[in-house]
């Protein structure tokens, strides 16, 4: 789904750029003066992130705390306080060697 995946495609880039300038749709709420369709998308958001797991592809853009790429879900989730600042947004390809 290109709206997952942050996918330069017209609506997408759209949607982030009025509903999420400055966040990640794991956090998105929807708000009395947003659309039906986007308030729509938010109810199904729960739904979509605890059955969904993603295929890391390019270690370089899965971030290790906020993808759900394990089945029990993002590792943030998991915490009991929220990651630290500075590694907030470490990517997986952070803890990978070649070899």
């Known amino acids: 789904m290109g709206l997952l995946s942050k996918a330069y495609i017209p609506w997408v880039e759209f949607m ?13 709420k929807g708000k009395a003066h ?13 739904h979509l992130f605890t059955t969904l797991c993603i295929k890391i592809g390019n270690e370089r853009s899965t971030t ?6 394990l089945p029990s879900g993002e590792l943030a989730s ?11 947004h470490v990517r997986v390809s952070y803890f990978l060697s070649d070899g």
């Open 16 to 28: 982030w750029a009025k509903y999420l300038p400055n966040s990640r749709l794991e956090f998105a």
């Open 34 to 46: 947003h659309s039906s369709f986007w308030k729509s998308l938010i109810s199904l958001k729960e």
């Open 64 to 69: 290790f705390w906020f993808d759900k790429y």
């Open 78 to 88: 998991q915490m009991e306080a929220d990651p630290p600042d500075p590694c907030a």
